[in-house]
C-alpha cells in the first residue's frame, strides 16, 4: 500500500483563546486533485500556512512525502517539493513577470541562463510569454494569478497548494487556469485546492474535504458532497444548486 | 540602602521614561509608525519649561499647563501636514522622514538657541526629602512621578471610557476594521500623533529641571524610548508604562553598581537581548515570526 | 557586461584627473571626500537598495575599520594593509552578531537593532582606554611599502579603486542568483521564503558584503585623516548621511548613490565653508552688514545638517524613489 504523498493528523491551531483549526485529519494521494472547501472563516488558509511552515501548528502532525514536517521553515517545505500560492497574491512588483518566475527557478539551479530558460518554458507554458519583460507590479489581477502559477510551477514542486487561485477571475480566465491544472497534473505533480467556486471545484477534483468553522465536517468525491446535507446547510442554503 | 536609594531613583526617573514610552507606543500602535523625531520632541518640551521659567517665570511643573496643548497642537499638525502623507509607504520612508524631521527640529534649536547648555534651577531644583533611613528622595524627581501618575491616570481614563478613545484603541487594534466601522482613522492618527507629542514634551518638561537642556539632548531619549516600546511590547500603552519603570531601574542600579559611563550602552544590549530572546515584549500583541 | 565597461571607462577618467589638477589639495581632498561617500552610500546600497533593509548603524562598520586599524598601527606597527583586513573582519563579526539577532524578525526591528548595536559601540569605544576614549587616536607616522602617504593621491586611487570593487559587485549581484534572492526578499519577504528562500541566510551575506567594504573605507579613511575619534567616525549622523545619500540619488540603482555623492558632498562642503554666504554677499543680494547678512556668514556654516534635514523631508514626500528613480524604473 503506497503511503498517502500529505498526511494531516489531528491538527490543531489555537491563537491565544480562538480556535483556527480543529482535530483535521485526511491525506492526499500522489496525483490526486485535492479539493479543501469551506465557507468564508472555515480555517482553510490557516490550515494551508500551518503545513507550509508560516505558523507552527498547536498540535497534530503534518506528514510529507513520509516526513514530518512540523516546525520547518517555509523555504525549507518548499525545497522538499511543496510550494504554494498565495489568496491575496504576492508578485514581485518591481521585477519583470519573467524575474518573477526565475526566482521561482533558482530554487533548482544555480544558473542563470538555466533559471531563463526553465522561466521562459513556464511562461509558456500558462501562456504569459508576451508578458515577460512587463513589470509583474502592472498586471491585471487575473495575469498576476497565472504568474503566481507558473511562478510556483519554476520550482518543480511535487506538491502544489493553491490558495483561492479563481478568486477574481471570469469563467474563460478560470476553465483556462482549471485545464492548466489539469496538465500539471498528467505531468506528475499532486494538487490540493482551496476553493471558492464550486463549479470549479466539482469540475476538477477528485477528492473534496470540508471545514466549517475549523472543523472538518465531511470528506469525499464531488458527487457525495454535493449531496451532502450538513455540506449544504453550511452554505447558508445559497450554496451549490445540482 | 544602597540598594534602596537606587531602586527609588530608578522608579522615580523610570516614571518620566514612561511617559516618553507610552508616548510613542501610542503613536505606533494606531499609525504603525516609529518616530524618530521623539527625542527632539521632548528636547522641545524641555526648551518650552526652560523659557516659560526665564522669561515668565513660570515654575516648570506649572507650565504644562501650557506646555500640554501647545505641543499636542504641533504634533497634530506635523501629522497633518507631513507624516499623513507617508502612511502607506513603506516604513523606512516614513522613518527617514521622522529622521528628517528631528533633523529639522534640532538644528532649528541649534541655530536659535546655539549650543551652550541651558540649566533650569528652580528654588528646589536641589532640595531633598530626608527619610529617617537615611535615604534622599530628590524633590524635583518626586514631583516628577507624582506628575506622571496622574497625567497616565487621565490617559489611561480617556482612553478607556472616551468615545474618542476607544476608537483610537480600536484603531490599534485594527487599522482596517475600525475604518469599517465608521471610525475616522486620518484623524485618529492626527490625535495620536499629537498625544504621543503632547506626552514626549511633557516629558522633556519634567526632566528640564534635572537634565542639561541642549538642542542635541533629546537622541539619547530617542533609543532609550525605542528599548521601553520594544520591552512592554510594540503598542501596549500599558507595557510602555511597565517598561519604562525598569529602564528606570536598570539605568539607575547600572550608575550605581557599574558606572554611569556604561549605563546607556546596559541599556541598549537589554534591547537586543529583548529582541533576541522575547521579541514581541512583555505586553506585546505584534511580535516576530 | 555594459555597465561594467562604463564603469570602467569612468574609473580611467576619474584616476587622470590628479595628474591633470597638478597641485590642488583641496580639490582633490574633496573628490576623495566624493569617492569615499559614493563608496559607502553604494555599499549600503547592497543591503539597503538590493535587500531591502535598512541599516541606519552603518557607521558601526566604518568605524570598526578605522579603529582596528589605526589601534594596530598605532600600538603594534603593523602594516596598513593587514590592518585593513583585521578591519573586515571585525566588521564581519559585528555584521554575524547583529544578522544573528533581527533577521529572523519582521518589520522596524532591524532599523531600530542597527543603530543599537552603533551605539554600543560608539559607547564603548569611548568608554575604554585601549581605544582612545574621548581622545580619539592620532597616527604620528605611518608608511606603506615607500609610498608616499603624507600626500594625498594614494588616498584618491585607494577611495577610486574601492568604489569600482563596490559598483562591480553590485553588477554581479545584479546577474546572479544571490542578488534575484535578495530583491525577492526587497519586493516580498513571505513570497520570498515560501520560493525556497533562506531569509536569515540571504540577508546576513548581504549584511556581510556591505559591512565589508564599509569598514575597507573606514580604514582608507583612517590613515588618510590620521586622526579618528567616534564623532568622526561612529556618529549616528554619519550613518544617516550615508542612507540619505543613496536615497537621493536613487536607492536600489547602480549609479543613484554615486550621483547623490557628487550633489551633496559639494553642497555641504559649499555650507560648511560659507561659500554660499560669501557668494549671496558678493553678488549684492545680502548686505554684509544687515541683521540677515550677519546672521548668514555666523550660522550658515553650522547649517549643513539642518539642509540634510530639510533635503530628506521633501525627498521622502516628492521623490522618494530618488533623482534616478524619476527617470526610469528600479532595478
Keep these: 500500500m503506497i503511503e498517502p504523498l500529505l498526511k494531516i493528523s489531528h491538527v490543531n491551531k489555537h491563537f491565544g483563546g480562538n480556535i483556527a483549526v480543529s482535530d483535521v485529519s485526511f491525506a492526499v494521494e500522489e496525483q490526486q486533485i485535492f479539493g479543501l472547501i469551506g465557507p468564508n472563516g472555515a480555517g482553510k488558509t490557516t490550515l494551508f500556512n500551518c503545513i507550509t511552515g508560516f505558523y507552527p501548528v498547536t498540535s497534530g502532525d503534518v506528514i510529507f512525502d513520509n516526513r514530518k514536517i512540523n516546525n520547518l521553515r517555509p523555504d525549507a517545505v518548499c525545497r522538499l517539493g511543496m510550494a504554494r500560492t498565495w489568496q491575496r497574491v504576492k508578485p514581485l512588483s518591481s521585477l519583470s513577470v519573467l524575474e518573477n518566475v526565475m526566482i521561482g527557478a533558482f530554487s533548482i539551479t544555480r544558473s542563470l541562463t538555466e533559471a531563463r530558460e526553465k522561466a521562459q518554458e513556464q511562461l509558456t507554458q500558462v501562456g504569459l510569454s508576451d508578458y515577460a519583460t512587463q513589470l509583474a507590479g502592472s498586471l491585471s489581477i487575473g495575469l498576476k494569478k497565472k504568474l503566481e502559477l507558473a511562478r510556483v510551477l519554476a520550482t518543480k514542486p511535487k506538491m502544489l497548494l493553491l490558495d483561492e487561485i479563481c478568486g477574481g477571475l471570469n469563467h474563460t480566465e478560470t476553465d483556462t487556469l482549471l485545464q492548466i491544472i489539469r496538465d500539471v497534473r498528467k505531468q506528475g505533480t499532486t494538487i490540493v485546492f482551496i476553493e471558492h467556486d464550486m463549479k470549479a471545484v466539482t469540475s476538477i477534483c477528485d477528492h473534496i474535504v470540508v471545514l466549517n468553522s475549523g472543523v472538518k465536517l465531511a470528506e469525499g468525491t464531488p458527487a457525495e458532497i454535493t449531496r451532502n446535507q450538513e455540506v449544504i446547510a453550511a452554505y447558508l442554503g445559497g450554496g451549490y444548486h445540482a | 540602602m544602597l540598594f534602596i536609594q537606587s531602586l527609588i531613583s530608578g522608579i522615580l526617573t523610570g516614571g518620566v521614561y514612561a511617559l516618553a514610552g507610552i508616548g510613542m507606543s501610542l503613536v505606533f500602535g494606531v499609525m504603525n509608525i516609529s518616530n524618530f523625531a521623539h527625542g527632539d520632541l521632548m528636547m522641545l518640551g524641555m526648551y518650552l519649561a526652560y523659557y516659560a521659567f526665564t522669561l515668565l517665570h513660570i515654575d516648570p511643573y506649572l507650565s504644562l499647563v501650557m506646555i500640554i496643548p501647545v505641543s499636542f497642537l504641533f504634533g497634530f499638525l506635523l501629522e497633518k501636514v507631513f507624516i499623513s502623507r507617508v502612511i502607506d509607504h513603506p516604513h523606512q520612508n516614513q522613518i527617514l522622514l521622522t529622521i528628517g524631521l528631528g533633523l529639522i527640529m534640532s538644528n532649528t534649536a541649534l541655530l536659535a538657541f546655539t549650543s551652550d547648555p541651558k540649566i533650569l534651577t528652580t528654588s528646589y531644583s536641589s532640595s531633598a526629602i530626608n527619610t529617617a533611613g537615611g535615604l534622599s528622595i530628590s524633590i524635583p524627581l518626586l514631583l516628577s512621578f507624582l506628575i506622571t501618575i496622574l497625567i497616565t491616570t487621565i490617559l489611561y481614563l480617556f482612553l478607556l471610557k472616551s468615545s474618542t478613545g476607544m476608537a483610537l484603541r480600536a484603531t490599534s487594534q485594527n487599522r482596517e476594521a475600525a475604518q469599517l466601522m465608521g471610525i475616522n482613522v486620518a484623524k485618529m492618527s492626527a490625535i495620536a500623533f499629537g498625544i504621543g507629542t503632547a506626552l514626549a514634551a511633557t516629558a522633556g518638561a519634567l526632566i528640564a529641571p534635572t537634565y542639561y537642556i541642549h538642542p542635541l539632548a533629546g537622541h539619547s531619549f530617542l533609543l532609550k524610548s525605542f528599548t521601553i516600546c520594544v520591552l512592554g511590547g510594540l503598542g501596549s500603552v500599558v507595557g510602555a508604562g511597565v517598561g519604562g519603570l525598569i529602564i528606570g531601574v536598570v539605568e539607575s542600579m547600572a550608575s550605581t553598581y557599574i558606572s554611569t559611563d556604561w549605563k546607556d550602552v546596559i541599556v541598549f544590549v537589554l534591547f537586543l537581548a529583548v529582541l533576541l530572546l522575547r521579541p514581541q515584549g512583555l505586553f506585546g500583541k505584534n511580535g516576530g515570526q | ?331
Excluded at chain 3, 519577504?189 to 540577508?203: F, P, T
Excluded at chain 3, 536615497?247 to 555623492?261: D, E, K, R, S, Y
Aim: hydrophobic share 55%.
Design chain 3, 1 to 331: 557586461m555594459k555597465q561594467l565597461i562604463i564603469v570602467a571607462l569612468l574609473a580611467a577618467l576619474a584616476a587622470a584627473i590628479p595628474s591633470l589638477l597638478g597641485e590642488n589639495p583641496y580639490i582633490i581632498g574633496l573628490l576623495i571626500s566624493v569617492l569615499m561617500m559614493a563608496a559607502l552610500s553604494s555599499a549600503w546600497n547592497i543591503i539597503g537598495g538590493f535587500a531591502g533593509q535598512y541599516s541606519f548603524g552603518h557607521a558601526a562598520y566604518f568605524g570598526a575599520g578605522a579603529y582596528t586599524t589605526m589601534i594596530l598601527i598605532s600600538s603594534w606597527n603593523v602594516n596598513p594593509l593587514a590592518g585593513m583586513v583585521a578591519g573586515i573582519a571585525i566588521a564581519a563579526v559585528i555584521a554575524l552578531i547583529t544578522g544573528s539577532i533581527v533577521f529572523g524578525l519582521r518589520g522596524h526591528y532591524f532599523a531600530l537593532a542597527s543603530i543599537a548595536v552603533a551605539e554600543i559601540i560608539r559607547l564603548s569605544v569611548l568608554n575604554f582606554e585601549f581605544t582612545g576614549g574621548a581622545q580619539g587616536i592620532l597616527l604620528a607616522n605611518v608608511t606603506l611599502w615607500g609610498l608616499d602617504l603624507n600626500s594625498k593621491d594614494p588616498f584618491y586611487y585607494g577611495m577610486l579603486l574601492l568604489l569600482v570593487v563596490t559598483l562591480a559587485v553590485t553588477i554581479w549581484l545584479r546577474k546572479s542568483k544571490t542578488g534575484y534572492y535578495l530583491q525577492a526578499i526587497r519586493e516580498d519577504q513571505d513570497a520570498a521564503s515560501s520560493l525556497g528562500i533562506n531569509l536569515a541566510r540571504y540577508k546576513n551575506r548581504s549584511l556581510l558584503l556591505s559591512a565589508a567594504l564599509t569598514s575597507v573605507a573606514g580604514s582608507l579613511y583612517s590613515v588618510y585623516i590620521r586622526f579618528i575619534d567616534t564623532s568622526a567616525v561612529l556618529d549616528l549622523r554619519l550613518s544617516i548621511e550615508i542612507i540619505l545619500t543613496a536615497i537621493i540619488g536613487g536607492v536600489g540603482t547602480l549609479w543613484g548613490p554615486v550621483l547623490g555623492a557628487i550633489l551633496l558632498v559639494p553642497l555641504a562642503e559649499m555650507l560648511r565653508s560659507n561659500v554660499i554666504g560669501d557668494s549671496l554677499v558678493k553678488l549684492g543680494i545680502v548686505s554684509e552688514t544687515s541683521a540677515l547678512g550677519v546672521f548668514l556668514s555666523e550660522n550658515l556654516a553650522h547649517a549643513h545638517v539642518l539642509v540634510y534635514g530639510i533635503i530628506t523631508v521633501l525627498c521622502i514626500l516628492y521623490m522618494p524613489k530618488g533623482i534616478l528613480g524619476l527617470f526610469r524604473r528600479i532595478k
